[in-house]
């Protein structure tokens, strides 16, 4: 599998013609997507490192921010923890890099048994200073409940069309739920997909969250039920994104933060 890095030849391999799809996780673009503005989609943060957006998160509290694990290591080794001073969130804005506000990162914490299979793809960021909200800054509620296959669910993030043409404005894009079994199925050769994941696509592909969307969220009904973690390609037909299942790592976020 292909870790969260920073290699072009990671960004190569999501974008060529491959004949055989690596695993990778989502680390830069919706595919097929529209642009966005915040105020729509005022949980979303960037997770920015050394000043250039790295990642996408949920702002689930005042002081909480809830992304994927393989967005807080790299290369499933160094954790970033190490280096506080080099990573930052923004929020309150519709583009990349620039605008809203940037906030200190106090603590992360990765899931203690997320693994290089991206199983309990999920983590915290602890804010140094609480976000004040705004129309263009506002907490989401995780589900309780993950929803059901064929439910249209939404996915955010910043990055480049599938055209090639990147945009540093937020985008949006609209899937659905893909049924768990079929998931299973369809990436049975990948190891498959377990209690922790779910999936969202639409059956035509071209529709997707892809590198540097990683962490950010997938979102029915005004409710977070999947943090953005891995897939086969971007947006390829059969080959749905995989997500963090919000409704099955819930417990451990409470447990963490007291957010209900």
């Known amino acids: 599998m292909f870790s969260f890095v920073l290699a072009s030849a990671l960004f190569a391999n999501c974008l060529g013609d491959e004949l055989q799809l690596p695993r990778t996780s989502f680390d830069g673009r919706i595919v097929g997507g529209i642009p966005a503005d915040i105020t729509n989609y005022p949980y979303q943060v960037s997770f920015e490192l050394n000043q250039r957006h790295w990642c996408g998160g949920s702002i689930i509290s005042p002081k909480w921010v809830l992304t994927a694990a393989h967005c807080v290591t790299l290369n499933h080794l160094t954790l970033i923890t190490r280096h506080l001073n080099t990573v930052r969130v923004r929020v309150g804005s519709s583009f990349r890099e620039q605008g809203g506000s940037v906030h200190q990162i106090s603590q992360m914490i990765m899931h203690p048994i997320y693994n290089i299979d991206d199983d309990y793809d999920i983590a915290l960021l602890r804010m140094s200073t609480p976000f004040v909200y705004s129309n263009a800054v506002q907490p989401i509620s995780m589900t309780t409940v993950a929803p059901s296959a064929g439910?249209?669910?939404?996915?955010?993030?910043?990055?480049?069309?599938?055209?090639?043409?990147?945009?540093?404005?937020?985008q949006q894009v609209q899937v659905n739920i893909v049924d768990q079994q079929e998931c299973n199925r369809i990436y049975r050769l990948y190891g498959g997909v377990t209690d922790r994941m779910i999936c969202a696509g639409v059956s035509q592909g071209g529709k997707d969250a892809c590198q540097g969307d990683s962490g950010g969220p997938l979102v029915s009904s005004g409710k977070l039920v999947g943090v953005v973690s891995w897939g086969a390609g971007?947006?390829?037909?059969?080959?749905?994104?995989?997500?963090?299942?919000?409704?099955?790592?819930?417990?451990?976020?409470?447990?963490?933060?007291g957010v209900v």
């Open 151 to 170: 439910t249209a669910v939404v996915v955010t993030g910043w990055g480049a069309l599938l055209s090639g043409h990147s945009p540093s404005q937020l």
């Open 234 to 257: 971007c947006g390829r037909q059969g080959y749905p994104g995989v997500y963090s299942n919000v409704a099955n790592l819930r417990s451990w976020v409470q447990s963490l933060t």
